[in-house]
């Protein structure tokens, strides 16, 4: 499974950006599909995940903000990102789950998109 990740940019704060995430493979509607960040100086974390079912997942910090979907004719995960602050910015990664387990198990990575906003 390859994966790759477009749609970084710079942004104003309050403004929005759409991330989407290609992937590879054959069975893309069975996968769990999931959007991290990476700010300087911190550690990965979760941002949205999106089962096979369509049910959705988001990180406190971008509930109400941020919305996973997925179009499986495609094979592409998108997040669109709305009111967006300063402290969103970070290296956005997306990840496949092919077994469509869950909670995920991210065996795939794409190669991270530059996401900043400024103030």
């Known amino acids: 499974v390859q994966l790759q990740a477009s749609g970084g940019g710079l942004v104003q704060a309050g403004g929005s950006l759409r991330l989407s995430c290609a992937a590879s493979g054959r069975t893309f509607s069975s996968y769990a599909m999931g959007w991290f960040r990476q700010a300087p100086g911190k550690e990965r974390e979760f941002v949205a995940a999106?089962?096979?079912?369509?049910?959705?997942y988001y990180a406190d910090s971008v509930k109400g903000r941020f919305t996973i979907s997925r179009d499986n004719a495609k094979d592409t995960v998108y997040l669109q990102m709305n009111s967006l602050k300063p402290e969103d910015t970070a290296v956005y990664y997306c990840?496949?789950?092919?077994?469509?387990?869950?909670?995920?198990?991210?065996?795939?990575w794409g190669q991270g998109t530059q996401v900043t906003v400024s103030s």
């Open positions: 990840a496949a789950d092919p077994g469509g387990s869950w909670p995920p198990v991210y065996d795939y």
């Open positions: 999106i089962r096979w079912t369509d049910s959705t």
